[in-house]
Structure formats: C-alpha cells, structure tokens
C-alpha cells in the first residue's frame, strides 16, 4: 500500500524558511516522477515542483523558481522541498504526490497517489 506522508509546515513571517518532508512507503521515489503541490483557499491545486526519477531534471512553477529547491534522498526514499525568501502569497496547503508510469507533470490530476497534505502560512 502505498502511503504518502507530509511534515514541515508551519508558521513563519515573510523571508523565512521551511522544509518540508515527503516520507514515502510502498512506492520507490528513484523510479517513479514525484511532484509538490500547493492549494490555497479558493483556489485550484496547482504544481510547484516536479523532479524526474532518480533526481534527475526537476520544474519550478515561476512563481518559485530560484526560491524552492525540490530533492529526494533515495536511501530514505524521502522528497523534500526547501523552501526560501517565502511569501505571503505562498500561504497554502502542501502536497506530494506521485504517480505511477508516465513523465513528470505539473498537472495534478495526472498524479494518483497524494499524501494528507501539511500546512504553511507566511505572514506579513
């Protein structure tokens, strides 16, 4: 069964830093594109960071493009996304996921398994 579990979230004030945390079971994140995903009230779910099996080529939304660094450590079968200079516009729920098959996708509806997501909430 394959279990998707976020950590990391919180609350920080405009210019700090986070890191959150994908722990993965049943599933391997070397073979298989896994993404980060954000979803603010109201608004659609939208892809912020995919990386390719095995860490290779990786997609930033451009909104976060030099700010979130997305990586994986395969031996902990663990995504991450560093998140830096975070903004009040980032404020929203996160997500990983992944997919089983396929390339990468910033589309979420591509991506079938999700984890329970966690929460980050910049402040002014």
């Known amino acids: 069964q394959v279990q998707l579990v976020e950590s990391g979230g919180g609350s920080v004030q405009a210019g700090g830093s986070l890191r959150l945390s994908c722990a993965v079971s049943g599933y391997t994140v070397s073979r298989n594109c896994m993404g980060w995903f954000r979803q603010a009230p109201g608004k659609e779910r939208e892809g912020v960071a995919t990386?390719?099996?095995?860490?290779?080529?990786?997609y930033y939304a451009d909104s976060v493009k030099g700010r979130f660094t997305i990586s994986q450590d395969n031996a902990k079968n663990t995504l991450y996304l560093q998140m830096n200079s975070l903004k009040p516009e980032d404020t929203a729920m996160y997500y990983c996921?992944?997919?089983?098959?396929?390339?990468?996708?910033?589309?979420?509806?591509?991506?079938?398994?999700w984890g329970q997501g966690t929460q980050v909430t910049v402040s002014s």
């Open positions: 996921a992944t997919r089983s098959g396929g390339g990468c996708s910033p589309r979420y509806y591509v991506y079938v398994y």
């Open positions: 990386i390719w099996p095995g860490g290779g080529s990786t």
